[in-house]
C-alpha cells in the first residue's frame, strides 16, 4: 500500500473517531460543571463550541467538543474538529453552538461514509497484502527453480568436460 492510502486511512479513522466521540458526546447527558468562583457557566461536557478571540488566530473560528473542565487551570479541553487535537481553552474564549438534529445527522452521514471508506481501503489493503504474498511465494519458487537448473548446467558441464579429455 503506498503512502498515500496509508495517509488517506489514518486521516479517515481519526474523522470516523472524532465524530464517534462527538456523537456519543451529544447523546449522553452531562452534569453542569462548576466554573472558576461557583459561578455557573453555560458550557457542559459534550456542547459543541465555537473558538473566538484567541491570540493563537490560527484557532479562530474553528469548532469543537468540550470533553472536560480543568479545575486547576480553569479551562476547558476541546477536542477541535478539524485537528482532532484537544486545546485548553478559557471560558471566555468559546461560545456554544446549538446543535440541530440536522447537524447531528450530517455529523452522523460523515460518520458512515468514512466507516465505508475505511472498509473499502481495509479491503484494498488486505488485496494487496494477498498479492504480496503470492508474489514472494512465486519468487521462491522461481529461486528454487533457478538453483535447479544452476546446479544442473553445472553437472552437464562437468561431464562434458570430462567426456572431452
Same mark, same amino acid.
Given at each position: 500500500?503506498?503512502?498515500?492510502?496509508?495517509?488517506?486511512?489514518?486521516?479517515?479513522?481519526?474523522?470516523?473517531? =472524532?465524530?464517534?466521540?462527538? @456523537?456519543?458526546? &451529544?447523546? !449522553?447527558?452531562?452534569?453542569?460543571?462548576?466554573? #472558576?468562583?461557583? +459561578?455557573?457557566?453555560?458550557?457542559?461536557? =459534550?456542547?459543541?463550541?465555537? @473558538?473566538?478571540? &484567541?491570540? !493563537?488566530?490560527?484557532?479562530?473560528?474553528?469548532? #469543537?467538543?468540550? +470533553?472536560?473542565?480543568?479545575?486547576?487551570?480553569?479551562?476547558?479541553?476541546? @477536542?477541535?474538529?478539524?485537528?482532532?487535537?484537544?486545546?485548553?481553552?478559557?471560558?471566555?474564549?468559546?461560545?456554544?453552538?446549538?446543535?440541530?438534529?440536522?447537524?447531528?445527522?450530517?455529523?452522523?452521514?460523515?460518520?458512515?461514509?468514512?466507516?465505508?471508506?475505511?472498509?473499502?481501503?481495509?479491503?484494498?489493503?488486505?488485496?494487496?497484502?494477498?498479492?504480496?504474498?503470492?508474489?514472494?511465494?512465486?519468487?521462491?519458487?522461481?529461486?528454487?527453480?533457478?538453483?535447479?537448473?544452476?546446479?544442473?548446467?553445472?553437472?552437464?558441464?562437468?561431464?562434458?568436460?570430462?567426456?572431452?579429455?
Amino acid at each position: 500500500m503506498n503512502m498515500r492510502c496509508w495517509s488517506e486511512l489514518l486521516t479517515l479513522l481519526c474523522c470516523a473517531v =472524532g465524530s464517534c466521540l462527538r @456523537l456519543i458526546a &451529544l447523546a !449522553a447527558p452531562h452534569p453542569s460543571v462548576q466554573v #472558576g468562583s461557583g +459561578e455557573h457557566h453555560e458550557l457542559q461536557i =459534550g456542547d459543541m463550541v465555537h @473558538l473566538h478571540g &484567541l491570540q !493563537a488566530v490560527q484557532y479562530n473560528g474553528l469548532r #469543537g467538543v468540550v +470533553e472536560s473542565w480543568d479545575a486547576e487551570q480553569e479551562r476547558w479541553s476541546v @477536542l477541535l474538529d478539524d485537528t482532532n487535537e484537544p486545546r485548553l481553552l478559557k471560558p471566555a474564549n468559546l461560545a456554544k453552538v446549538d446543535c440541530n438534529a440536522h447537524e447531528i445527522a450530517s455529523n452522523n452521514k460523515s460518520s458512515e461514509s468514512a466507516v465505508v471508506e475505511l472498509e473499502r481501503l481495509s479491503t484494498e489493503l488486505a488485496a494487496e497484502r494477498s498479492a504480496r504474498e503470492e508474489a514472494v511465494s512465486a519468487r521462491e519458487a522461481v529461486q528454487s527453480q533457478l538453483q535447479t537448473l544452476k546446479l544442473k548446467s553445472k553437472q552437464i558441464v562437468t561431464r562434458f568436460v570430462q567426456n572431452w579429455r
